[in-house]
């Protein structure tokens, strides 16, 4: 497994846990109220910091383990899954957005907004690496 | 996954270049060992560059290498 695979798989793992917990937590119960945009910003810190903190120990763990593989640029195969994943992800972002366009018409609360927001840009993300991962297992 | 319409010798090449490793013709060529074992196994189309390359190292022609399937469009 090369070192962009296991970067790709700790950020995958991260991704589904932290952004798993915050869905399961936040209380949807203030979702309409404005107390439901500072719960989410409270939430989002703890959250961020644990995606960039595991993000960090990870590629510091495999880089020291095997430091050539970490310095090797990305090839030509490479680049292709990376442009593969990322133009899936495309399309859940573009449905999300039009979620929110559609969100703004039925004049939902600001909270309403901001986790559809997060919520398109996690399962973007999710596509993203996961559509790679899969790229990566099969070959290209 | 479709199949690719060309087959490689890679494999029976680098035995010949004693026992040369994938890794080892992956540095010589640019690329990762990954995408060497994905071009052997026929899982990845390199693009011409790296296939000529490949082909540069063993000192062979491209079509040493890589040979086209007969019977495929």
């Known amino acids: ?140 | 996954m479709a199949r690719l319409p060309f087959t490689n010798d890679i494999r029976t090449l680098r035995f010949m270049a004693g026992e040369m490793t994938q890794a080892e013709l992956g540095d010589r060529v640019g690329v990762t060992r990954q995408t060497i074992a994905a071009i052997e196994q026929g899982k990845y189309s390199p693009s011409l560059e790296v296939a000529f390359r490949i082909a540069h190292v063993f000192g062979k022609p491209l079509e040493a290498v890589f040979q086209w399937e007969s019977g495929t469009d």
């Open chain 1, 1 to 140: 497994m090369s070192f962009n695979e296991k970067i790709h798989w700790a950020a995958f793992v991260a991704l589904t846990s932290a952004f798993g917990w915050y869905f399961l937590a936040y209380p949807w119960q203030i979702v309409g109220t404005r107390a439901g945009v500072a719960a989410a910003a409270d939430m989002l810190l703890p959250v961020t910091i644990i995606i960039i903190g595991a993000m960090s120990l990870t590629a510091a763990f495999f880089a020291i383990r095997a430091p050539k593989e970490a310095h090797l640029k990305d090839d030509e195969r490479e680049r292709t899954i990376h442009m593969r994943g990322t133009h899936l992800a495309y399309y859940p972002l573009v449905l999300g957005v039009w979620a929110n366009l559609f969100a703004i018409f039925y004049q939902l609360s600001a909270a309403v907004h901001l986790n559809l927001l997060i919520a398109t840009v996690v399962v973007a993300e999710l596509v993203r690496v996961g559509s790679q991962l899969y790229f990566y297992r099969r070959g290209y």
